[in-house]
């Protein structure tokens, strides 16, 4: 696929971290504008094996991310949701969710993201979580401290001394769960001050304005949580899975996320409990 030359990516670009953002930057903008025209407009959508919908507007944002990011690193490797992996073995791999919260793109809610994460060696190492209707964007990763674009946007942070009877919990739909694993969430959500539901993958970027305090869910594949971890953690939070193994390709699909350490410690004591 071709790119509009007005959303081209400006080449050669390094193969760093100032190379990679100008690259996400590019391809999220151009993917933005591939999903907006499709936004409330009573769009149609099909069922995936697993269930879960899909429409053209994920297609189309998928294909321009990837042929936007190959167009700057066509060395690298891409996991997405909708298209079979390219060079997955690559060294540096970039995870594709053209549309993470489907079910809110298609009822006209803005809890919708993009989200873009870049593995080193199957590890993330940099994420973006873009709202496209919005223009709400973070960027954060491994020695990227997160910064926001957006109404009060800059460099964000997470609430950093707030303590679990304090704290926000969120999760995007108790269906995510298995019996085992909703059992261990009540013990969570008991322990912490309140829980909201849905939001999908824009519940952590409110995670790293400090607005919520800690998201926990299970059933993740690839593309929902590596762009999700650089985020936060660039915020100053903590992101593993429910054992407190670090999120890699691999993983179980459980996710944790927490606004500082002390919290983090302190959730996962409650569901290893």
């Known amino acids: 696929m071709s790119l509009p030359i007005s959303t081209r990516i400006p080449t050669p670009l390094p193969n760093s971290p100032d190379g990679w953002i100008a690259a996400g930057e590019a391809a999220l903008d151009a993917a933005g504008a591939a999903i907006r025209p499709y936004f409330r407009v009573g769009l149609e959508a099909d069922d995936k094996s697993d269930e879960s919908p899909v429409t053209v507007a994920d297609r189309k944002a998928e294909e321009t991310l990837r042929a936007a990011i190959l167009a700057a690193f066509p060395e690298h490797g891409i996991i997405g949701e909708e298209f079979p992996p390219h ?53 954060g990763g491994r020695g990227v401290p997160t910064r926001f674009t957006g109404q009060f946007g800059g460099q964000v942070g997470t609430r950093a001394h707030v303590t679990l009877p304090e704290a926000e919990l969120s ?44 998201v926990a869910e299970c059933s993740l594949k690839p593309w929902d949580w590596a762009a999700l971890g650089p985020v936060v953690e660039g915020a100053g939070g ?3 899975d429910w054992a407190g193994n670090p999120l890699r390709l691999g993983a179980d699909g459980s996710a944790l996320a ?5 919290l983090h410690h302190a959730a996962l004591k409650v569901l290893a409990g």
């Open 87 to 139: 060079n997955p073995d690559a060294k540096y791999v970039w995870v594709i969710d053209p549309i993470d919260g489907t079910r809110a793109f298609i009822t006209g809610r803005t809890t919708f993201c993009s989200l873009l994460g870049l593995l080193e060696d199957g590890v993330p190492v940099l994420g973006f979580i873009d709202q496209p209707v919005t223009r709400e964007r973070w960027i």
């Open 238 to 240: 903590v992101v593993t």
């Open 171 to 214: 999760s995007t739909a108790p269906e995510m769960f298995t019996p085992a694993d909703a059992a261990r969430f009540a013990k969570l959500q008991a322990a912490a001050k309140r829980v909201y539901w849905g939001g999908d993958a824009y519940a952590y970027g409110l995670l790293a304005l400090g607005q919520i305090d800690l």
């Open 258 to 262: 927490t606004a500082n350490p002390a």
